[in-house]
């Protein structure tokens, strides 16, 4: 199979080869509870991000729970409790799930497929794009390729007009008038985040509940699940301020930064694209060589390490760069 695939090469793949063909896939599951992922589509519309949308219970969920619970007055458990369901009774007009026609742009190529490890390697292609298009539309909408397999039939065609289901995922608006990139506008509506943003004074990130939260004055007008460093890159525990935003930046991959780059690499300029190291977007701190900045792997958010900085989901940081702007402080504190 070529590494660069055009939109015709993929366009007769069904869900069940699409799944097939990325590198690193979870395994597809029937066990997805209505119930659940109602909960993640709400909360996910409110600000209270549950992460990856696969209508299964887990350590993002909790804390999406916890944040909305501490926010609405009711005790923290974590849990989806009567109490809860009835917060989130009035939010119900957001199904858990929806039917969408396949677009011409989910299924356009070009495809990059397998992506490379190597940086050396991923820096001689022409993007770090998305692997195949149902990896494309699983971001669109906020979940898992695996889940989009459990949503539809394994056979269902990838192809322009094609009816599936996904996660209930649409925005009220998409007039990003305040962007001037129009790249990161396309960025923006193809992630489906919402242009209608609460604006935050500041962020803060806690080491001890693994989540960054936006404050405006006293009030939480956005949470969302986060790794933050490893032993090796523990957080830069301070106050900084947001500097910078690059908008679907490359990657400048320096090896005297990465305490696990192997012996013998060089420096090398990685194309942009959102499985690139930073995914969709980098929010420079004032803090050297430290940023806020999305992924390529967003199931991994919260259970796996990072080189110091905040890593997010590509829709969650894209999201988060429309509630702040240069100068906004953000707090890291244990």
């Known amino acids: 199979m070529k590494r660069v695939l055009k939109a015709a090469a993929v ?45 299964k219970e ?23 409790d009567q109490p809860t369901l009835h917060a989130l009774y009035p939010f119900r007009g957001n199904r858990p799930t929806i039917q969408v026609r ?33 990896e494309k539309i699983a971001e669109r909408f906020h979940t898992s390729p695996a889940t989009l397999v459990a949503l539809n039939s394994p056979d269902t065609p990838l192809k322009t007009g094609q009816v599936i289901t996904v996660p209930g995922i649409l925005p009220s608006s998409r007039d990003y008038a305040q962007v001037k990139d129009t790249g990161w506008r396309q960025t923006l509506s193809s992630l489906n985040v919402d242009a209608r943003q609460p604006q935050g004074d500041r962020v803060v990130v806690d080491k001890s509940d693994g989540v960054l939260r936006v404050f405006a004055g006293d009030r939480v007008v956005g949470q969302f699940p986060v790794t933050m460093g490893s032993a090796h890159d523990p957080l830069p525990i301070g106050n900084w301020k947001i500097t910078t935003f ?42 050297e060589h430290y940023g806020i900045h999305g992924t390529s792997e967003p199931q991994t958010i919260g259970r796996t390490e990072s080189h110091g900085c905040i890593r997010m989901t590509n829709w969650d940081a894209a999201r988060l760069s429309l509630m702040v702007k240069r100068g906004t402080p953000a707090i890291f504190q244990e």
């Open 11 to 55: 366009a007769a793949l069904t869900i069940a080869a699409a799944t097939a063909a990325r590198t690193e896939t979870a395994p597809a599951g029937s066990d997805i509870d209505r119930t659940v992922m109602h909960v993640q589509v709400i909360l996910d519309k409110l600000g209270f991000s549950p992460g990856v949308i696969d209508g």
């Open 58 to 80: 887990g350590e993002s969920l909790r804390l999406a729970l916890r944040g909305f619970q501490e926010t609405h007055g009711l005790e923290p458990t974590g849990k989806i």
């Open 102 to 134: 396949i677009a011409r742009e989910d299924v356009s190529g070009p495809f990059v497929n397998p992506i490379p490890k190597d940086p050396e390697e991923q820096a001689k292609l022409p993007c770090l794009c998305y692997r195949t298009a149902l």
């Open 246 to 287: 690059s908008y679907n930046p490359k990657f400048h991959y320096n090896p005297d930064l990465f305490w696990d780059a192997k012996a013998g690499d060089e420096e090398q300029m990685l194309p942009a694209g959102p499985n690139g190291p930073v995914g969709v977007i980098w929010m420079d701190l004032t803090k």
